[in-house]
């Protein structure tokens, strides 16, 4: 990319300081910044020891064999005593951990003396299933609060989880278990989805034909629907979990074991199994929940919306919020069900003071109107946080003034599967923040954009987002293919490509910018990038001002191959409800996007579509839409959260049956 690459089209000149009352109590202030860079790991040494180790580590960082890290290597903890029995051995048993809300109103409130329980209960069946330290448990099961004890009693025991979202196909499990080679299925009969049971276990029954390794299944009964049982293979959780001691002592394990691996969600293309482990993994992730959310156990109540099955549910549902002791929401359906207006009458319900959600969603409910957010009191929150990808400014807004009353602070995180927890964000006593940037490298934490040639960027220039230190939470490998995280994230910059240069730089895959004040702004995947006539220009500029005109609910762009032009812009829109297709509206969209950015980002095509392809964590999947805007079959689709929705597309474009 040249130097005016990811040009800086979109000026975005709004301020929001941090509330006083917020900045004067807050848990981390602008002093851990200075602390961070004067002695970058003294500062994680220090986070480090705000978790119960069995034996302290002396050392912080072995960095001899690069980019293979260790961290805290030398000491030895539990992962699951730190997120459960510490907490009631500190007194806090009678606390709440989990309220959970059922997609049909059902629910149910455990305590941490309570989940203490039922964690040793699940890992002493683990145990009389054969399953021991070392061995990988595969989980394939819906937002109820056993997801979480099945995470947590394979930790306890030093098994290695890898999570599969309940929503993916019987072939996308089968490979996942084969890829990590699991012992033993944890999965449910089914779960609440749109108002009504939906199936998981005939998608095991039919994976499993493919993986003869497998010696068990667990089975949660959930839904209580008719459900097929293989005599031998097929165990119901409560019957074996019922007849178990509460009593388990958890396992010192080394810092390093391995924790869990999860599959990425294959934007991108096909996913990578990302191998995390257990001391520098949980310092990340416990710290960053308690700087970045600003946590104070004792009042507040947490809602992370994401799903289990997706790196956000491990680090900020179970990992991270449970290490400090939270109490937090968990709810099992979908927003809409059985009115528009769920997630709030949630918040409402439980008092949510900290919501984290993703900007799919945050657009999905500005379609929907202000009017159902308004029907609520919402008056607890007082931290609201983003993820997944950039959050166009015009949705920012919108939540801040719609949800967050004008007053919250909005943390806009960026990290990935492979970062482990937050690495860019705001801290809301800190920042002064401004709409659609993640901003700066969280405290501990070296980010910064280079160019082309590898070289930083000068503020108000634009290249991709490289990580220039290794950091407690970073993926150890690929599982079963070092060769592949060497080419995947350390050969594209720094000594991993050119011997002569000492610095190894991790390659995000996104492109960014730095603001005149070094502030970094995430332009999303440097595979979304469009060449147009010599310039490149972001995908997410142009959604963002897509987004900016009140008759687009929700855009995808994507760079289309031009004989002309190299590439053309092509981009696929939502329009809000009370807007109608037509040739004069496309006409005003085109020109409005060009009055935004500039005549060269005017798109070349807008079509008019009721969906758009998107994986079960909401990120959109541009490589399909290109596929389309190029005339190509459709490529890989197994990790669409609906994947009739690309005939749907097919069938509203022109030509299109
Ligand atoms: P794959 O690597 O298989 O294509 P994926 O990258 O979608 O899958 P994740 O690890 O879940 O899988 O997503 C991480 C990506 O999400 C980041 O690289 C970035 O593109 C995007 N992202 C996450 N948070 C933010 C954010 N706050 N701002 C901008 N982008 C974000
Ligand atoms: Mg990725």
Redesign the pocket.
């Known amino acids: 990319m040249s130097n005016e690459s990811l040009a800086n089209l979109l000026k975005e000149e709004r301020r929001f300081a941090p509330p006083a009352e917020l900045a004067a109590g807050a848990n981390v202030t602008e002093a851990a910044y200075a602390q961070a860079s004067e002695d970058r790991l003294g500062f994680w040494a220090e986070q480090a020891r705000r978790l119960s180790w069995a034996v302290e580590p002396t050392e912080t960082l072995d960095w001899s064999n690069p980019p293979f890290a260790k961290w805290f290597a030398d000491g030895k903890l539990n992962v699951a005593y730190n997120c459960v029995d510490r907490h009631v051995e500190a007194g806090h048993g009678e606390r709440v951990a989990i309220h959970f809300e059922g997609e049909p109103g059902d629910g149910r409130s455990i305590t941490y003396a309570e989940l203490k329980d039922e964690v040793s209960k699940a890992a002493n069946a683990l145990l009389e299933l054969g399953v021991r330290k070392g061995d990988r448990v595969a989980v394939y099961l819906p937002m109820i609060p056993e997801a979480v004890v099945a995470m947590l009693a394979c930790a306890r025991i030093g098994a290695t989880h890898s999570v599969v979202f309940g929503g993916f196909s019987a072939d996308a499990v089968a490979s996942r278990i084969q890829d990590a080679d699991a012992k033993l299925v944890i999965t449910a009969d089914g779960g609440y989805r749109r108002g009504k049971p939906s199936a998981l276990k005939p998608a095991i029954d039919e994976a499993l034909a493919k993986c003869p390794e497998v010696e068990h299944v667990l089975v949660v009964r959930r839904t209580g629907q008719e459900t097929s049982f293989t005599e031998g293979r097929d165990v119901w959780w409560h019957e074996i979990t019922e007849r178990q001691s509460s009593e388990h002592t958890p396992e010192a394990l080394d810092a390093e074991h391995p924790l869990f691996i999860l ?10 199994g ?1 191998l995390h482990t257990s001391g520098g993994y949980l310092t990340q992730a416990s710290y960053t929940h308690h700087a970045v959310f600003d946590l104070k156990p004792e009042t507040d109540v947490y809602w992370c919306t994401a799903d289990i099955g ?3 549910g491990h680090s900020y549902i179970v990992y991270g919020p449970l290490s400090n002791g939270a109490t937090q929401v968990i709810y099992e359906g979908t927003p809409d069900t059985p009115h528009q207006g769920r997630f709030w009458e949630v918040v409402q319900k439980y008092g949510v003071t900290i919501l984290y959600t993703a ?1 799919t969603a945050i657009r999905t409910f500005m379609k929907w109107g202000d009017d159902i957010p308004a029907k609520f009191d919402l008056s607890s929150l007082r931290v609201l946080g ?6 166009n400014p015009e949705a920012w807004v919108w939540y801040r003034e719609h949800i967050g009353a004008g007053r919250a602070p909005i943390v ?7 970062t482990g927890a937050m690495m ?2 705001p801290l809301p006593g800190v920042t002064e923040t401004k709409p659609g940037s ?1 901003q700066r490298p969280l405290p501990g934490i070296a980010a910064t954009v280079v160019d082309d040639n590898g070289v930083e960027v000068p503020n108000g220039s634009g290249g991709y987002l490289v990580l220039t230190e290794p950091w407690p939470s970073m993926l150890r490998t690929i599982w079963g293919d070092d060769q592949r995280y060497l080419d995947t994230y350390w050969s594209r910059f720094g000594h991993g490509y050119d011997e002569s240069d000492p610095a190894w730089r991790y390659f ?3 492109g960014a910018k730095k603001d005149e004040d070094g502030d970094i702004w ?1 332009l ?2 440097v595979d979304d990038v469009m060449l147009v006539s010599g310039h490149n220009i972001s995908t ?1 500029e142009v959604e963002s001002a897509l987004v900016g005109h009140p008759a687009v609910a929700e855009s995808a762009v994507v760079g289309a191959t031009d004989a002309t032009t190299g590439q053309a812009i092509v981009a696929f829109v939502i329009l809000r409800g009370n807007a109608t297709d037509s040739e004069e509206l496309v006409a005003e969209l085109r020109n409005h996007v060009g009055k935004t950015l500039g005549p060269i980002a005017k798109p070349k095509q807008i079509k008019v579509v009721s969906e758009l392809p998107k ?1 079960r ?1 909401g ?1 959109i999947m541009r490589r399909l839409l290109r596929d389309i805007a190029e005339g190509r079959e459709v490529g890989d689709t197994t ?1 669409l959260a609906d994947s009739s929705v690309m005939n749907v597309i097919q069938s509203q474009l022109p030509g299109g049956s």
């Not at 983003?386 to 959050?391: A, D, K, Q, R």
């Open positions: 599959y990425t969600s294959g934007t991108t293309g096909k996913p990578k990302i997706w790196v956000t900007p983003s993820v997944g990808e950039p959050i806009d995180t960026w990290w990935q599967t492979e860019i964000s993640a995000a895959g996104d995430l999303g995947r997410t994986t964590s990120k990790t």
